[in-house]
């Protein structure tokens, strides 16, 4: 383990994340109940739009449960779950709508802090394989970690999300006695930029994709979207800050979905990688292929081990046999990039050679 990478521990780790959401939770009412109180806003009303979102909170997990089957927190769909019912309550209360929703957004974010803190400590919503980062034990192999992944360092893009919430809270704090709405604003199209760059570091394979982009960057245009439209009407101030926000995300899409398209290091492929390398034949006839086109078939030649590679369409280039030889040696546990040896037509060969030195390993 180098310098600047923490290796996480599972003891007390359901606890741990629970503590992290009591905090949250804790934290996320003494910042909405402070901004209420600064702006002159009912206490009493606070209070109830604050169990409305609780309430709204737990319902989203247990639709999500019954739908899914399983138990998932998905931080987005509660945002813009609970900042709708916010808004209609505080309507049907007559009191203060944006006023509201600044306090109700800022908490949210207070909440997101704590969260991604207790996501770091039980291994979910990871990050990709990184030079420093966290690493996890095998304890947590089949609990949202892929096995592959353990031992291994990984950004810490919890932790980075986690720094991203606290920021625009404490931005939004600054600002939220200004103009009713503007903290609302800042908070939620701040976060959606920010989580639409924040997907390109993530390492979970489990994400949705649709067009090369994944469900929370879709989101993200759809939010910043959405919030460009309350401005220009005049309903939230910042009409040219959500039009930058907006005209960003448009730009930066094409081109995140034009780097998933071919990416072979990306979480998705990567998994199907792991699952080739089980499955490879050791003739090199039928080949097993990923969905981005790429072919592998392994075997043994005089006592070495070689893996062969190419892919349908353009032919692999030299830089990217290098950077297959590693991900090979990371994921078939080799310990040492084996050599790359270029063959004809794009044709990659890897050559385990440390199988003549120790044919028994």
């Known amino acids: 383990m180098g310098p600047g990478t923490l290796r996480v521990r599972r003891r007390r780790r359901l606890s741990a994340f629970r503590v992290c959401g009591v905090a949250g939770f804790a934290a996320a009412c003494a910042v909405a109940l402070a901004i209420c109180a600064g702006r002159g806003l009912s206490l009493g009303v606070e209070a109830v739009l604050i169990a409305t979102a609780v309430l709204v909170f737990a319902t989203v997990g247990l639709a999500t449960k019954a739908i899914t089957g399983r138990e998932s927190l998905t931080y987005y769909h509660h945002e813009i779950a609970v900042l709708a019912a916010v808004a209609l309550m505080a309507w049907a209360l007559g009191a203060p709508v944006l006023g509201h929703l600044d306090a109700t957004a800022l908490g949210l974010g207070a909440f997101l802090a704590f969260g991604r803190v207790g996501c770091a400590l039980s291994g979910c919503c990871h990050g990709r394989r990184a030079a420093r980062g966290l690493r996890y034990g095998p304890e947590f192999a089949g609990r949202g970690l892929p096995p592959y992944l353990v031992g291994v360092a990984l950004v ?92 960003l995300l448009l730009a930066c899409a094409p081109l995140a979905a034009r780097r998933h398209a071919g990416d072979i290091l990306h979480p998705r492929h990567v998994r199907e990688l792991a699952r080739a390398l089980t499955q490879a034949p050791s003739s090199p006839v039928t080949p097993v292929q990923t969905s981005l086109g790429l072919r592998i078939s392994t075997g043994d030649t005089d006592g070495t081990h070689h893996y062969t590679l190419s892919r349908t369409g353009p032919p692999l280039a030299s830089g990217e046999g290098r950077e297959l030889a590693e991900l090979v040696a990371w994921l078939d546990g080799l310990g040492e990039v084996p050599q790359v040896v270029e063959g004809v037509a794009g044709t990659v060969h890897l050559l385990d050679r440390r199988r003549i030195e120790c044919p028994a390993r």
Do not use: C, K, N
Not at 171 to 184: E, K
């Open 156 to 247: 810490p893009v919890q932790l980075v999300e986690s720094a991203v919430a606290s920021t625009l809270v404490v931005l939004g704090a600054f600002v939220a006695g200004t103009r009713p709405g503007a903290a609302f604003g800042l908070y939620v199209s701040g976060y959606a930029v920010a989580r639409f760059g924040l997907e390109t570091l993530r390492g979970d394979p489990v994400r949705r994709y649709a067009r090369g982009l994944s469900e929370a960057q879709w989101t993200s245009l759809a939010v910043v979207a959405a919030m460009t439209v309350l401005a220009l009407a005049g309903t939230i101030p910042g009409r040219a800050e959500h039009l930058v926000a907006l005209a």
